[in-house]
């Protein structure tokens, strides 16, 4: 059934050789652009102000120094004389009260502290002939001496830095050592090879110290003198 209301009006046909119209695009508006506009200019304002009054509160907070050098010269009544400068040094010091006596001042009079002394013990002098282990008396003439009845013998002696041995030695028999040290003392052993009596004898300088006579074997020692 077709529209009264569409009956009503008379239908036209579109020729055929034009090309239909079609509506065009609307175009966009301009008011975001101005809109945008406006912002960045206000924006750019603020931050302009900004540096204004940084910049000016920066001033206003540094003060500028200003060094004026005064003159010397006075150049009119206009011109402010220069302050006084005014040097204290320490009073001299008080001198000494006079003496009562005689009413004259006494001088003062520091000494300087003594310097101590420092006094070295002297080095003994050592005396010649003085071993390693000596008391500082020199050498001694040590003689060991072996007498008897038997025929053979064996000795055995101390000197400064070892204990000799001879074997098979015969009577009488001696020998003469130098001794320098104090601390090893005089020692002689005999020993009989065969049968018989022996004695034994040490001197130190021609002086005996020790001798002693038995069987078979004998020993006879002292202390080094000094």
């Given at each position: ?147 008897g009845s038997g025929s053979q013998v064996n000795v055995a002696y101390m000197t ?67």
């Amino acid at each position: 059934m077709t529209d009264p209301a569409w009956q009503q009006y008379p239908q036209e046909q579109w020729p055929v050789d034009e090309p239909i119209p079609y509506p065009e695009d609307p175009k966009p508006p301009k008011w975001p652009w101005i809109v945008a506009g406006i912002s960045v200019l206000a924006v750019l304002a603020i931050a302009l102000t900004s540096i204004l009054v940084i910049t000016r509160r920066t001033e206003v907070a540094a003060p500028t120094t200003v060094t004026v050098t005064p003159s010397t010269t006075w150049t009119g009544p206009n011109d402010v004389p220069l302050p006084s400068i005014t040097t204290t040094e320490p009073p001299p010091p008080s001198p000494p009260p006079p003496n009562p006596s005689t009413g004259v001042e006494t001088p003062t009079t520091t000494e300087a502290p003594p310097v101590p002394t420092t006094k070295e013990a002297p080095q003994p002098v050592p005396t010649t002939g003085q071993g390693p282990g000596g008391s500082g008396h020199g050498s001694k003439s040590v003689t060991y001496s072996v007498g008897g009845s038997g025929s053979q013998v064996n000795v055995a002696y101390m000197t400064d830095t070892e204990y000799v041995r001879v074997a098979n030695v015969s009577q009488p028999w001696a020998v003469t050592v130098t001794r320098t040290q104090r601390d090893k003392p005089l020692i002689m052993n005999v020993t009989m090879v065969g049968e018989g009596t022996i004695s034994c004898s040490i001197t130190v300088d021609g002086v005996t110290v020790s001798d002693s006579t038995d069987v078979f074997a004998v020993v006879c020692q002292a202390p080094m003198p000094g």
